[in-house]
Structure formats: structure tokens, C-alpha cells
């Protein structure tokens, strides 16, 4: 129940494209929802996050949907350029540590 | 400002050997958590650590342990490593008790051989 599932596991995706990254939780108690981006070499850093109050989170080219009743949401990396080629970690709190997926690596080919 | 910093960065162990990694946090922070990255399951919480009392641990066995000293630098140890226990190892700081933006330093790579 503490299971944050992701996937795909990569993806590559052609510059100018869409990069969608799911993930699903089971756990109901979970109220904040982080994705983390990771270069070679560094560690992860956040991203853009929501709470289960909305829908959608834009900030620039990257969105977040969530989607209550299904458990599941999604990073949406429009315009996807190669600077964007890492990996990308979705992650859930209920307020005292954060449960990570297992991460996509993405790859943005010009 | 500078980042959280880790020491050191690579390591190498055999079997059996013990390992103490450190993690400095951002200046003023004086929460410290820990992870363990690997291929194969992802990030894992370890424990965090917060005015040199641990508050939470995640579900790992007794042979990894931490610290955190006064001025909120923060050691984990390792004690008769396994070849499983090699991983990048993240330390992420946050001015209080587990908030919800941690900042993770680079890491610390493991090899256990």
C-alpha cells in the first residue's frame, strides 16, 4: 500500500515531442505528489508537485494531471528538448517521508 | 548558498568490511535524510534525522544505522556489507522536520565487491 508504481521504465521521445510519464498509489493517506528530476551524476531535484485539491499543474512546458479516484498521475513534458534527457522520479508523502516510483529515463533525440 | 555536500563521493568495499558515508546539509537546515538508489528498486527512504534524534527509519535491516552530530552533519554507517548494499546513496536536508522540498546532494556510489 506504501507502493508508488511508474512507468515506463524509459522512453525516448523526439525533440519537439510529448514525454508522458504515469504513476499510480494506492494508499489514500497520500496528499502531496512531487516528480524529481535527476541528471547524471547529481541527485535528484524537485521538479514541480501537486495536492489532490486539483487537477492539473502547469509550470512552463511541464504539467501535472491528477487523477483522484483512479490513484494515478501523470508528467506531461511538452516541447521535450535533449536538454530534458534524465531520469524522472515521481514520489508521494503523507506527510512524514517521501515513497519514490522507480523512475523513467528519458531520452530526447533531435 | 552552498548545496548539500557528501563525502566521499565513490567508494569501494569487499564483503563483509564496514562503511561511514557523511552528509553535510544546507547551511541552516537541520533536517537530514537518507536514501538508497539502486536500478532495480528505485529511491528508498533509509531514516531521517532531525536535531540529532531520529525520527523516522524506513524498512531496512539493523546493519544500517545514522547519525547527526550538533551542527546537523549527518553520518550513516553500514556494518558487514553485502553485495546488495552497493547503491548511490543520497542525503537530502530541509530546514525542519521532514518537509515536503528536500534538497538532495549527489550522492554517495557504493561498490561492494
Known amino acids: 500500500q506504501q507502493q508508488v508504481k511508474q512507468s515506463p521504465q524509459s522512453l525516448i521521445v523526439q525533440k519537439g515531442g510529448i514525454s508522458i510519464i504515469n504513476c499510480a498509489y494506492e494508499?489514500?493517506?497520500?496528499?502531496?505528489f512531487p516528480w524529481y528530476q535527476q541528471f547524471p551524476g547529481k541527485g535528484p531535484a524537485l521538479l514541480i508537485a501537486?495536492?489532490?485539491?486539483?487537477s492539473e499543474k502547469k509550470e512552463g512546458r511541464f504539467t501535472i494531471s491528477f487523477n483522484k479516484s483512479a490513484k494515478q498521475f501523470s508528467l506531461h513534458i511538452m516541447d521535450s528538448q535533449p536538454g530534458d534527457s534524465a531520469t524522472y522520479f515521481c514520489a508521494a508523502s503523507s506527510g512524514d517521508k517521501l515513497i519514490f516510483g522507480t523512475g523513467t529515463r528519458l531520452q530526447v533525440f533531435p | 548558498k552552498a548545496g548539500v555536500t557528501q563525502t566521499p563521493r565513490y567508494l569501494i568495499k569487499t564483503r563483509g568490511q564496514q562503511v561511514t558515508l557523511s552528509c553535510s546539509p544546507i547551511s541552516g537546515h537541520r533536517s537530514v535524510s537518507w536514501y538508497q538508489q539502486t536500478p532495480g528498486q528505485g529511491l528508498q527512504f533509509l531514516f531521517e534525522?532531525?536535531?540529532?534524534?531520529?525520527?523516522n527509519k524506513g524498512n531496512f535491516p539493523g546493519r544500517f544505522s545514522g547519525r547527526q552530530f550538533s551542527n546537523s552533519r549527518s553520518e550513516m554507517n553500514v556494518s558487514t556489507l553485502e553485495l546488495g548494499d552497493s547503491a548511490l546513496y543520497l542525503c537530502?536536508?530541509?530546514?525542519?522536520?521532514?518537509?515536503?522540498?528536500?534538497?538532495f546532494g549527489p550522492g554517495t556510489r557504493l561498490l561492494v565487491l
Open positions: 534525522y532531525f536535531s540529532e534524534t531520529q525520527r
Open positions: 494508499n489514500t493517506a497520500f496528499d502531496y
Open positions: 537530502a536536508s530541509s530546514f525542519e522536520p521532514y518537509q515536503e522540498t528536500q534538497y
Open positions: 501537486i495536492r489532490p485539491d486539483v
